[in-house]
């Protein structure tokens, strides 16, 4: 078998050396999100109104339906003319993302 060794192309001492790279990975999270590190106040009053109920108001219940109903239209659409796919799934789970981040934004920070 030692004349397959062509085959397999250079070993690791036939190889020059490579500089390692420095990887510099991108933020993650937007820059309103909560910070990471010890609960200060302002961080504490975000965690506290992230997981606190927020009873919706009339106009705020309006609001939340036109969403809705804006983001059903837009994923009937997705689905009539985008090929069964992956990336079609995919958008209909972002679009049901989108629309219900959009309602906790209005429950969250409705005049605030």
């Given at each position: 078998?030692?004349?397959?060794?062509?085959?397999?192309?250079?070993?690791?001492?036939?190889?020059?050396?490579?500089?390692?790279?420095?990887?510099?990975?991108?933020?993650?999270?937007?820059?309103?999100?909560?910070?990471?590190?010890?609960?200060?106040?302002?961080?504490?009053?975000?965690?506290?109104?992230?997981?606190?109920?927020?009873?919706?108001?009339?106009?705020?219940?309006?609001?939340?339906?036109?969403?809705?109903?804006?983001?059903?239209?837009?994923?009937?659409?997705?689905?009539e003319?985008?090929?069964?796919?992956?990336?079609?799934?995919?958008?209909l789970?972002?679009?049901?993302?989108?629309?219900?981040?959009?309602?906790?934004?209005?429950?969250?920070?409705?005049?605030?």
């Amino acid at each position: 078998m030692r004349f397959l060794g062509w085959l397999r192309g250079p070993g690791p001492k036939d190889l020059p050396p490579v500089a390692p790279r420095r990887i510099v990975h991108a933020p993650t999270e937007p820059s309103h999100a909560i910070s990471r590190g010890s609960a200060s106040g302002d961080r504490r009053k975000e965690i506290s109104n992230r997981f606190t109920y927020h009873p919706p108001t009339e106009r705020q219940i309006k609001r939340y339906g036109s969403l809705r109903t804006r983001g059903k239209e837009l994923a009937f659409l997705i689905d009539e003319i985008c090929p069964d796919s992956p990336e079609k799934e995919t958008a209909l789970v972002r679009l049901d993302e989108v629309i219900m981040h959009a309602n906790a934004s209005i429950a969250r920070h409705e005049g605030s």
